[in-house]
Nanobody, 113 residues
Framework: QVQLVESGGGLVQAGGSLTLSCAAS????????IGWFRQAPGKQRVLVAA???????SYDDSVKGRFTISRDNAKNTVYLQMNSLKPEDTAVYYC???????WGQGTQVTVSS
C-alpha cells in the first residue's frame, strides 16, 4: 500500500504563497491520477487539483491560475504550489490517489486578511 503524508501548510497573509508536499511511502510510478483536496470547516471536501501519470492537470475554477500541481516521481512527491492566497483558501488540504478513498491527516492552510 502507498501511504501519502501531506506537509507544508501554515499561516500566511492574503496574497502570500505556500507550497504543499505530498510524500509517498514508495514509488508513485504505478499510481495514475493524484489529486489535492481541501475541506473548510462545515464544508464538503472538494477536489481542487489533479495530475495524471502523463502529466495532464486539472483545476477547480476557484484556484485556476493561482495553484499549480506537479509531481516528481523520482522523489515520490506531489506538490501544490499556491500563489495569491485568499482567505477563502483556508482549509485542511489532503492528497489522495484515484479513486480517492484513502486519506492522510492533511495539512492546515490558514490565510488571514
Amino acid at each position: 500500500q502507498v501511504q501519502l503524508v501531506e506537509s507544508g501548510g501554515g499561516l500566511v497573509q492574503a496574497g502570500g504563497s505556500l507550497t504543499l508536499s505530498c510524500a509517498a511511502s514508495r514509488s508513485t510510478f504505478s499510481i495514475n491520477t493524484i489529486g489535492w483536496f481541501r475541506q473548510a470547516p462545515g464544508k464538503q471536501r472538494v477536489l481542487v487539483a489533479a495530475i495524471s501519470s502523463g502529466g495532464s492537470t486539472s483545476y477547480d475554477d476557484s484556484v485556476k491560475g493561482r495553484f499549480t500541481i506537479s509531481r516528481d516521481n523520482a522523489k515520490n512527491t506531489v506538490y501544490l504550489q499556491m500563489n495569491s492566497l485568499k482567505p477563502e483558501d483556508t482549509a485542511v488540504y489532503y492528497c489522495s490517489w484515484y479513486p480517492y478513498v484513502n486519506w492522510g491527516q492533511g495539512t492546515q492552510v490558514t490565510v488571514s486578511s
